[in-house]
T-cell receptor, first 114, second 113 residues
Framework: ETGVTQSPTHLIKTRGQQVTLRCSSQ?????VSWYQQALGQGPQFIFQ???????GRGNFPPRFSGLQFPNYSSELNVNALELDDSALYLC?????????????FGPGTRLTVL | DQQVKQNSPSLSVQEGRISILNCDYT??????FLWYKKYPAEGPTFLIS?????DKNEDGRFTVFLNKSAKHLSLHIVPSQPGDSAVYFC????????????FGKGTKLSVKP
């Protein structure tokens, strides 16, 4: 059974650029959630996708957008990058919608915005 | 406004002793709590959970205690081992149809041999 994988591992961008992060769900999972973990903070919920539809969004601006594909893999897109977007971006997959189902996290993508 | 708080950024204990990690919450609607452990360069991994209908849940060396009246939970690790050195996050599901978790800031545990 393959776990959650994310690519790339690290990324350096400049302010104003756009970035796409990718996540492959654990086999059999139909739900993907994205979290942002800034330095010294806990993961903060960005949004969740269930069966290719967005199901819930945290306090993030519209320049954070996502997609989920029929194979349940997912992308996180961030436009017009700002310095404060520098963080570890975590993807988590689970079976079903609720937070009561165990979420399995990938290793994250470390984004640095200069 | 933080709904889940971990007020101790770090904790250092000797191998073989007890580690106690604390977590407070403000939302009385929370009815389920989880602890995740995170090693550097890895994603958080689920450790143990507790439902609000219980006040204790045990899994091997790990025990979580819940005090609903105080809105406080704690994770006990006995005995602590060097491999337990990691960042520990307390989390709660937002609830309802929302599938997200609300995390505390984490406590970095260092277990010294």
């Amino acid at each position: 059974e393959t776990g959650v994988t994310q690519s790339p591992t690290h990324l350096i961008k400049t302010r104003g650029q756009q970035v796409t992060l990718r996540c492959s769900s654990q086999s059999g999972h139909n739900t993907v959630s994205w979290y942002q973990q800034a330095l010294g903070q806990g993961p903060q919920f960005i949004f969740q996708y269930y069966r290719e539809e967005e199901n819930g969004r945290g306090n993030f601006p519209p320049r954070f957008s996502g997609l989920q594909f029929p194979n349940y893999s997912s992308e996180l897109n961030v436009n017009a990058l700002e310095l404060d977007d520098s963080a570890l971006y975590l993807c988590a997959s689970s079976w079903g919608l609720t937070g009561y189902n165990e979420q399995f996290f990938g290793p994250g993508t470390r984004l640095t915005v200069l | 406004d933080q709904q889940v708080k971990q007020n101790s950024p770090s904790l250092s204990v000797q191998e073989g002793r007890i580690s106690i990690l604390n977590c407070d919450y403000t939302n009385s609607m929370f009815d389920y709590f989880l602890w995740y452990k995170k090693y550097p360069a890895e994603g958080p991994t689920f450790l143990i959970s507790i439902s609000s209908i219980k006040d204790k849940n045990e899994d091997g060396r790990f025990t979580v205690f819940l005090n609903k009246s105080a809105k406080h939970l704690s994770l006990h690790i006995v005995p602590s081992q060097p491999g337990d050195s990691a960042v520990y996050f307390c989390a709660a599901p937002e609830g309802g149809s929302q599938g997200n978790l609300i995390f505390g800031k984490g406590t970095k545990l260092s277990v010294k041999p």
